[in-house]
């Protein structure tokens, strides 16, 4: 049987944070008043979503879920459970499967915690982003540090062994001495994988138009700071870079990113979700409304295609370039190897001019056909990733 992958995406929050631009709603905001009434009902059609890949479930196994969001600790009780049925009813899982729900601290109970554990939830991640409580007012955190803290030991002591904290870098007013406090604060709490990802001001949220928020952003340098000390101070205390902005202790890296970046078969269920099945990339709808619709209207099997948008049938080229660009990101690698055997070409015939400028410049190892960055390479990994486009 084959791996399948699946994302699970719940787009509510408490409310909207400042620079968030991911598909998701405050329950609270007056201007998307009411959409907390959908709440039950997107969780039916969820179920129903699962359930109408019965059709291709017997092909196959499913090795990682992420519960993502939006805030999917937000949900209420039971609500996981019966989403976790549904998958259950639906696919056979992987005896060793991940399992993670994405959670922010303020949302998070002794007695949810107690059901992910017992719904077979083996993975939390905690929405920190920063333990200064003036950063986390500015960019519209639901949380103060103190209800990180109390969410963090909720999870460990219902359970969890696999606890990854998600920080941010650049922020606007961050001296790199605050996000070294926040990534010593982290350690403390010992977790077994950490995030840290800079800030993107993105077009169209509340930072975007905030000029007084935009010009306290640190400058290049104060950035490249934080980012060195991240490997620095995350290496000491035995967390390995896997990835450009993740760090797991060993046994610990996410087994479902690496899906995504080594071009695994995964679904998306929900709205705005992206799939990569079959060979071709699709996502759902992003209008609430009317994925709710479809399925109470629907039932759980027919004319599913009505919330699904085609976004490509990727041609070998693309295929081939997110192969390295994302392969890359990754402290591993690509293996010249496995890029054969995947697209029946040598990763020679397809890159060999890129792959050779950039080791003799030094910023790309060959080291017996694993092809990875250099730790220059790491550093300006945006030019070079850019030379692995094809025309
Ligand atoms: S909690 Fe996450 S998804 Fe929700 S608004 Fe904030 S950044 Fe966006």
Not at 59 to 83: D, K, N, Q, V
Not at 197 to 205: A, F, H, K, P, Q
Not at 303 to 327: H, K, S, W
Request: net charge negative; charged share 25%.
């Amino acid at each position: 049987m084959k791996k399948l992958s699946i994302y699970i995406h719940i787009p509510f929050c408490i409310r909207k944070c400042n620079y968030c631009d991911f598909l998701s709603f405050g329950v609270g905001d007056k201007c998307i008043e009411g959409i907390g009434v959908y709440r039950k009902r997107y969780i039916d059609a969820l179920c129903a979503e699962i359930k109408s890949y019965k059709i291709v479930s017997e092909e196959y196994r499913i090795a990682t879920i992420f519960i993502g969001g939006g805030t999917p600790s937000i949900l209420m009780s039971g609500e996981l459970s019966r989403i976790m049925v549904a998958v259950r009813e639906t696919f056979r899982l992987d005896k060793d499967i991940e399992v993670t729900i994405e959670t922010n601290p303020g949302t998070i109970t002794e007695e949810k915690a107690r059901e992910y554990i017992g719904c077979g939830i083996n993975r939390i991640s905690i929405g920190l982003q920063s333990a200064n409580d003036e950063e986390l007012a500015m960019l519209g955190r639901v949380h103060n540090y103190d209800q990180f803290l109390a969410a963090f030991n909720i999870a460990r002591e219902a359970g969890f062994r696999n606890i990854n904290i998600d920080i941010m870098a650049a922020l606007p007013g961050q001296s790199v001495h605050s996000y070294l406090d926040t990534l010593e604060k982290v350690l403390k709490c010992r977790p077994e994988h950490i995030s840290s990802y800079s800030l993107i001001v993105e077009e169209d949220t509340p930072l975007a138009s905030n000029e007084a928020l935009l010009a306290l952003l640190p400058d290049e340098e104060e950035e490249r700071k934080m980012y060195d000390a991240t490997d620095k101070v995350l290496s000491l205390a035995g967390y390995q870079r896997y990835e450009i902005s993740n760090y797991a202790k060993p046994g610990f890296e996410c087994e479902h990113n690496k899906v995504y970046w080594t071009l695994g078969e995964y679904i998306g269920i929900g709205i705005g979700a992206a799939s990569f099945f079959k060979g071709r990339r699709f996502s759902n709808t992003k209008d609430i409304r009317k994925y709710v619709q479809v399925f109470a209207e629907h039932g759980e099997y027919e004319r599913i295609e009505e919330i699904r948008n085609i976004d490509e049938e990727l041609t070998a080229d693309r295929l081939m370039e997110e192969y390295m660009f994302l392969g890359l990101r990754m402290t591993e690698g690509v293996s010249a190897a496995q890029f054969n055997e995947h697209f029946g070409h040598s990763i020679y015939d397809i890159y060999g001019r890129v792959i050779e400028k950039y080791v003799k410049s030094g910023y790309l190892i060959n080291d017996g056909g694993i092809i990875k960055l250099s730790k220059r390479g790491i550093d300006v990994s945006n030019r070079i990733l850019a030379d692995f486009l094809l025309d």
